[in-house]
T-cell receptor, first 114, second 115 residues
């Protein structure tokens, strides 16, 4: 089976707190890509990051960081010092190279309160 | 225009109406996608076109009919819809649909309400 699980439906934090959004994936493919997208209230999904299955290096981009661990099939996303503008729904996604299928998780709604 | 545009942004239609959603991408991509986003199922991939050819149809009812006349334009023709079809319809594009690696760029969506 191939799927993406985002167990956290909704998270609320206070501004400046750090927050981690969990993503667990399942695939039979050995070559795959993982993504994170942000969907602000305006509705348009915004691409944040892509990571391929052969690159387990963690990545940091400003306040955003991603932790990819193949051993636990997880690709977690951390926002450091959260801001109100980070409030959105965040989707994790899996793209399977050999099965040529794209799967989105159910999304995590993040509320950052001032 | 830049990125991916969708028109109309909002649409209200009766169950007997026929309407069309339009998507246009200005990114030089070769793959385009239709997604349905509703409260019950957050993001459902409906159709995929790669170089104008339909490569995926995820068991979508025939009352939804896609059309891709060229790599820049994608339409979704709607007829005899049901109230449960009310949702946000998102269009996306990517360089191509080649088994991974290409991130998708999304339009703002069309909010559809079926009365």
């Amino acid at each position: 089976a191939q799927k993406v699980t985002q167990a956290q439906t909704e998270i609320s934090v206070v501004e400046k707190e750090d927050v981690t959004l969990d993503c667990v994936y399942e695939t039979r493919d050995t070559t795959y890509y993982l993504f994170w997208y942000k969907q602000p209230p305006s509705g348009e999904l915004v691409f944040l990051i892509r990571r391929n299955s052969f690159d387990e290096q963690n990545e940091i981009s400003g306040r955003y960081s991603w932790n990819f661990q193949k051993s636990t099939s997880s690709f977690n996303f951390t926002i450091t010092a959260s801001q109100v503008v980070d409030s959105a729904v965040y989707f994790c996604a899996l793209d399977s190279y050999n099965f040529n299928k794209f799967y989105f998780g159910s999304g995590t709604k993040l509320n950052v309160k001032p | 225009e830049t990125g991916v545009t969708q028109t109309p942004r909002h649409l209200v239609m009766g169950m007997t109406n026929k309407k069309s959603l339009k998507c246009e991408q200005h990114l030089g991509h070769n793959a385009m996608y239709w997604y349905k986003q509703s409260a019950k199922k957050p993001l459902e991939l409906m159709f995929v076109y790669n170089f104008k050819e339909q490569t995926e149809n995820n068991s979508v009812p025939s009352r939804f009919s896609p059309e891709c006349p060229n790599s820049s334009h994608l339409f979704l023709h709607l007829h005899t819809l049901q109230p449960e079809d009310s949702a946000l319809y998102l269009c996306a594009s990517s360089q191509e649909r080649a088994g991974g690696s290409n991130e998708q760029f999304f339009g703002p969506g069309t909010r559809l309400t079926v009365l």
